[in-house]
């Protein structure tokens, strides 16, 4: 699902509030990104492909022992066709795509929406970006140098992750997101105080990508 079709205006508002919300008790800016997708995972359909046609290569001979190489090489190529269709579908490229795929494809790009946001250019270095992505089901939270060095011996983003993956699971995205949100503005509340003259100096609250 695009991003623009899961979140309508009324959910992009709560979200965008949160985030306003969470940043009035903290000097460090947040940011969420959210994303369709964040890699083609263009090994996933072969796979998915692959596996379909030595399936049905096995129910051709089990079913009819006599079939000719030719119809049997035909019958692949329309299974591989019809895999090839379906992969193009998140879901199956999901299934299809390994874990370490998912996972580094989901970092990568959360560090070119890091940099593509702006997220190193605030003065103090208090830039934060909570980047979700739906095809990989995954969420990362990546934080400038002002921003980790905030973060207690015992402390990490894992709440804030786990916030927003659940309301994802549970079918509520955007209480989990806004969960999430006020949370980062929780734990950085201590540590980044706001100052007397903050001013917001990167892109503001939630940004989509399809």
């Known amino acids: 699902m695009k991003p623009s079709e899961l979140f309508d205006e009324g959910d992009r508002a709560r979200i965008e509030a ?4 969470a940043e009035t008790g903290t000097s460090g800016e947040i940011v969420v990104a959210v994303e369709r997708a964040s890699g083609s995972h263009a090994a996933a359909p072969w796979r998915f492909a692959v596996g379909l046609a030595a399936i049905v290569l096995l129910g051709v ?14 019958v692949q190529a329309i299974a591989v066709g019809v895999a090839l269709g ?12 390994t874990e370490a795929e998912l996972e580094r494809a989901a ?8 940099t593509e946001n702006g997220i190193r250019r605030t003065r103090d270095r208090t830039g934060i970006l909570i980047y ?18 905030a973060l207690g011996p015992e402390e990490s983003w894992e709440e804030v992750v786990a916030l927003v993956l659940d309301g994802i699971r ?36 939630l940004v989509l990508h399809d």
């Open 132 to 149: 979700v992505t739906l095809l990989e089901h995954r969420v990362v939270v990546l934080g400038d140098e002002a921003i980790d060095r």
């Open 107 to 114: 970092r990568q790009a959360a560090l070119r929406a890091f």
């Open 18 to 21: 949160a985030v306003a919300e």
């Open 86 to 97: 379906l992969g193009r579908i998140d879901a199956v490229r999901r299934v299809f795509a």
């Open 170 to 205: 549970a079918g509520r995205a955007t209480e989990g997101i806004v969960a999430g949100v006020r949370r980062c503005g929780e734990i950085l509340a201590h540590p980044l105080p706001p100052r007397a003259d903050d001013t917001n100096e990167i892109v503001h609250g």
């Open 61 to 74: 001979g089990l079913a009819r022992p006599g079939t000719g190489l030719l119809e049997a090489f035909g």
